[in-house]
């Protein structure tokens, strides 16, 4: 049973810093896309990171130059350092995880980086609360 663990949500003044992580289990395969989103009641489910298993790393324009997604394979931990926190930052952060991400031209099938949509992921946590305080 594939379980993910979010932690590191907090209060936060606005220019702040915090740093999520997210303990993954039971999720064996070797090739994938993990994944942060948030949403808060007045915000639509956005899409903020992703990272795939070869460390390519995908960004939402609202948080790029600003949060650095990463992994530690032997923790199996996924991370979101994030800096220069502002008020509308304020969310309910998730982990998520599911298969790499292929594009298709003609027949053929080509690697490519994970998407922000959640429909692409099987597999959530219950969520970080962030809160910044401007």
């Known amino acids: 049973q594939v379980q993910l663990v979010e932690s590191g949500g907090g209060s936060v003044q606005a220019g702040g810093s915090l740093r999520l992580s997210c303990t993954a289990s039971?999720?064996?395969?070797?090739?994938?896309?993990m994944a942060w989103f948030r949403q808060s009641p007045w915000k639509e489910h956005e899409g903020v990171s992703a990272i795939d298993s070869s460390g390519a790393q995908t960004y939402a324009n609202s948080v790029k130059d600003r949060f650095v997604i990463s992994k530690d394979n032997a923790k199996n931990t996924l991370y979101l350092q994030m800096s220069s926190l502002k008020a509308d930052d304020s969310s309910l952060y998730y982990c998520?995880?599911?298969?790499?991400?292929?594009?298709?031209?003609?027949?053929?099938?080509?690697?490519?980086?994970?998407?922000?949509?959640?429909?692409?992921?099987?597999?959530w946590g219950h969520g970080t609360q962030v809160t910044v305080s401007s």
């Open positions: 998520a995880v599911g298969p790499p991400h292929y594009r298709q031209v003609g027949p053929r099938l080509y690697s490519s980086n994970c998407s922000l949509s959640p429909d692409d992921y099987n597999y």
């Open positions: 039971g999720y064996t395969t070797s090739s994938y896309c």
